[in-house]
Nanobody
């Protein structure tokens, strides 16, 4: 059973930056495709970014492309989401997710039903 623990959320002003981290345990990290999703109050959980098992391919939602960067460290078993130029509409609970199989294309990367494990979430609040 894979456990995921997010950290790094908080309150930031618009235009600022935050870095989220997700530590994975209980499984072989290099077999996991990893993703970040977010859920704002009253809204569906939505895709933010994903990264392949090797770290060589990344996918991003259009709303964050050019501002957010996903990366992974297959030695430390962590995945990181660097968020720059934050906007109030980025305010949400951010969830780390793991897929116990490869992420081969964007259609898989962006579907929350394709992920097998989820963290508890970390709150990001961007003030205007």
């Amino acid at each position: 059973q894979v456990q995921l623990v997010e950290s790094g959320g908080g309150l930031v002003q618009a235009g600022g930056s935050l870095q989220l981290s997700c530590a994975a345990s209980g499984g072989t990290f290099t077999t996991l495709g990893m993703g970040w999703f977010r859920q704002a109050p009253g809204k569906e959980r939505e895709f933010v970014a994903a990264i392949s098992r090797s770290g060589g391919t990344m996918w991003y939602a259009d709303s964050v492309k050019g501002r957010f960067t996903i990366s992974r460290d297959n030695v430390k078993n962590t995945v990181t989401l660097r968020m720059n130029s934050l906007k109030p509409e980025d305010t949400a609970v951010y969830y780390c997710a793991a897929r116990a199989a490869a992420i081969l294309y964007s259609g898989i990367a962006s579907m929350k039903s394709k992920y097998d494990y989820w963290g508890q979430g970390t709150q990001v609040t961007v003030s205007s």
